[in-house]
């Protein structure tokens, strides 16, 4: 079975994988970690990891950089993704680190069965269709040994959180708009993302058990430690999905300019203010 990819920025494209690679070591770092809410006892009982939609591999090298008895492999559907990942491993003296190309709408993947203790896939809304969420959780299952653990995080509100910027949230609410207009949100009201709400009960239905979340906020606001490095990942962030917001008809061009312009100004304010939210949710594959 494989869905047509309509990621909502191009893959193949160095501006999109500088954007990754900062906003990786920001959402890493911001979250407290690369696995953060695992006990003591659960760190211990993973030996093998897939990281789905990996990015350049900075969740992942990390990952094996922090717990060195771990093997760690990072798909992608993107060439140069994988290619500066493989790089960034060797570099970083990372052997326990492996990646791969790997389209994740196309089944079954290339793993063979239980071949993994945890599945991460982190902001892979970009690319996810409704439809395939359970194809990819049932796989998940296939995939991971009796016990292991599936994990899952993303964004709520608009793109970028929520904001008091005009301009910020009048590009917030076209990607939040050309999201659920491209068949990628899994609640029908498209006035927020609202994936972060159905997760939990779609990991339960295929399965899954123990299932929990952890949320995570990040101040943004003008002054606050994530300020500078939030508003470079909303200033290219929303170039890159400009493509996107016009295939949609989620803004038109000209709608799109003023409101990133008046953004431009809006972020540089004393006064702004911004909270982005993420919500990490796991379940464990039941034993056999
Ligand atoms: C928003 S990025 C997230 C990267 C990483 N997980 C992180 O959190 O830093 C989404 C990633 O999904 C990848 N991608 C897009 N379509 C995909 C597909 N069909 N299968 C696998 N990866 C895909 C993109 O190349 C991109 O690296």
Redesign the pocket.
């Known amino acids: 079975m494989t869905q047509e990819?309509k990621?909502f920025i191009e893959?193949e494209n160095a501006a999109e994988m500088a954007r990754?690679l900062k906003?990786?070591r920001l959402?890493t770092k911001a979250m407290g970690g690369t696995l953060p809410e695992l006990a003591q006892e659960e760190l211990a009982n993973l030996h093998d990891v897939l990281d789905?939609?990996?990015?350049p591999g900075?969740?992942a090298v990390e990952l094996a950089n922090t717990y060195r008895s771990l093997r760690v492999t990072g798909?992608?559907?993107?060439e140069i993704?994988i290619r500066y990942a493989n790089g960034f491993a060797e570099t970083s003296g990372r052997s326990n680190a492996h990646f791969k190309r790997?389209?994740?709408?196309s089944l079954p993947f290339i793993f063979s069965d239980q071949s993994f203790d945890l599945i991460n896939a982190?902001?892979?809304v970009?690319?996810m269709q409704t439809t395939f969420w359970p194809h990819l959780l049932k796989e998940c299952q296939r995939i991971l040994r009796p016990g292991g653990i599936l994990r899952l995080t993303e964004c709520e509100g608009g793109i970028v959180g929520v904001t008091n910027s005009v301009g910020c949230e009048i590009l917030n609410r076209a990607g939040v708009l050309a999201l659920h207009r491209a068949g990628q949100c899994l609640t029908p009201n498209d006035a927020q993302l609202g994936n972060t709400a159905v997760l939990p009960s779609l990991l339960r239905q295929t399965g899954y058990q123990s299932v929990r979340h952890v949320a995570h906020a990040i101040d943004w606001s003008t002054n606050a430690p994530w300020h500078n490095a939030c508003c470079q990942n909303a200033l290219i962030g929303f170039q890159l999905l400009k493509p996107f917001l016009l295939k949609h008809q989620a803004i038109t061009e000209q709608a799109f300019q003023q409101a990133y312009q008046r953004m431009e100004r809006e972020l540089q304010t004393e006064d702004f203010c911004g909270m982005w939210y993420f919500v990490t949710v796991s379940g464990t594959n039941p034993p056999q």
Do not use: E, K, P, T
């Open positions: 990819n990621y893959a990754l906003l990786d959402l789905i939609a990996c990015g900075g969740w798909v992608d559907a993107s993704m790997m389209n994740a709408l982190r902001l892979i970009g690319f």
